[in-house]
């Protein structure tokens, strides 16, 4: 996939959306009424099933031919407009409808049965058995049969050594061959930064980002969305940047939401800023309380809002809090901290 056409612009998105408004518009029509309805041409009055000429930007009148429809045109065009207005805000409410759900929680560790934390040192991706560990249980200590502490340089999920980085690479690619979004992101990343033999090639990292984007794995879409944003080995774009971001928000990545809300109060529309900032904090971006008590300190947003906040960033830490995982963050905080 190239990077050009990877992304649809604003304006061309735009207009999908409000012709897929208008024809779902029709279709509902078409079924409530539970009847044949018969064409009719907007400008001559013809009728008959063969009125199909539609109007290409409302798509919501016929006509019976090509010059019809450019006999009406000036007559339409009023109408024409107030129909694409009516379809774009129709659309821009869908979209805001799914943009502000609250996402799919994240995933429980494997071992322990704990909500997986958001911060990325809190968990490690296992090339071995594709399994995403919790940072606790990576460095709990290991026990054989009858009860021995064990060398735990192994996988905790399915007594792999930990491999070197040949080997690493290795399995990576033999965990993308059976198609895992996880190990084909981390190719990516590692392609971004020139790691582990990998050549710096920022085409090869979109390519398996939007292939890991394609599979489900929707922290890609936000390093998708980073690298339209500050134009790292492609060309700066906004739109393409936000557009890639909503993607990773409604899939969940709290670091997208946090980057939506902040876009959202640098433009001055705080009220949507707080909607992102809200789910963010549910989600575990703990950077977000400081935006969110901003937004209350220059009267943005109100107590309650920092009281919910709050609240609801303890909810989250209930979910994720557990004895093992503190102990592992105590060891080494470069390493194991989770929150």
């Known amino acids: 996939m190239s990077t050009s056409d990877s992304c649809k612009d604003d304006a061309s998105k735009s207009n999908d959306d409000v012709c897929e408004v208008n024809n779902m518009l029709q279709n509902m029509s078409t079924i409530n009424n539970e009847v044949d309805i018969v064409s009719v041409c907007a400008n001559c009055g013809k009728e008959g099933n063969d009125i199909n000429n539609i109007c290409n930007k409302c798509k919501m009148v016929k006509y019976c031919n090509a010059a019809c429809k450019k006999k009406h045109r000036h007559k339409h065009e009023k109408q024409c407009e107030e129909y694409q207005r009516l379809a774009a805000e129709h659309a821009a409410e869908l ?8 996402p799919p929680p994240a995933e429980d560790c494997p071992i322990c049965f704990l909500l997986l934390p958001t911060l990325i040192s809190g968990s490690k991706y296992m090339s071995c058995c594709g399994k995403v560990i919790c940072s606790g249980c990576v460095h709990a200590p290991l026990y054989d049969h009858q009860g021995n502490e064990v060398d735990n340089e192994k996988c905790p999920f399915c007594r792999t050594p930990t491999p070197d980085e040949y080997e690493l690479i290795k399995r990576e690619i033999e965990r993308m ?16 930064r020139g790691e582990y033999g990998c050549p710096q090639d920022y085409r090869k990292a979109l390519e398996h980002w939007h292939r890991a984007g394609e599979l489900g794995y929707t922290p890609a879409y936000c390093n998708i969305g980073y690298v339209y944003k500050h134009g790292q ?3 700066a774009d906004t739109k393409k940047a936000v557009h890639y971001y909503e993607l990773a928000a409604m899939g969940g990545n709290a670091t997208a939401r946090h980057n939506l809300g902040n876009r959202e109060a640098n433009a001055g529309n705080f009220d949507r800023a707080l909607r992102h900032y809200m789910i963010a ?4 971006e703990s950077n977000t ?3 969110i008590k901003e937004l209350y300190r220059y009267g943005h947003a109100s107590k309650d809002d920092y009281t919910k906040a709050l609240q609801l960033y303890q909810e989250y830490l209930g979910e994720i809090k557990c004895d093992q995982r503190d102990k592992a963050t105590a060891f080494s905080a470069d390493r194991y901290r989770y929150y």
């Open 177 to 192: 061959d059976l198609e895992d979004p996880i190990a084909i992101y981390d190719m990516g990343n590692y392609y971004s």
């Open 95 to 102: 979209h805001d409808k799914e943009l502000f759900k609250q």
């Open 281 to 284: 904090v549910r989600s575990g």
């Open 233 to 235: 080995g492609v060309e």
């Open 289 to 291: 309380l400081d935006e």
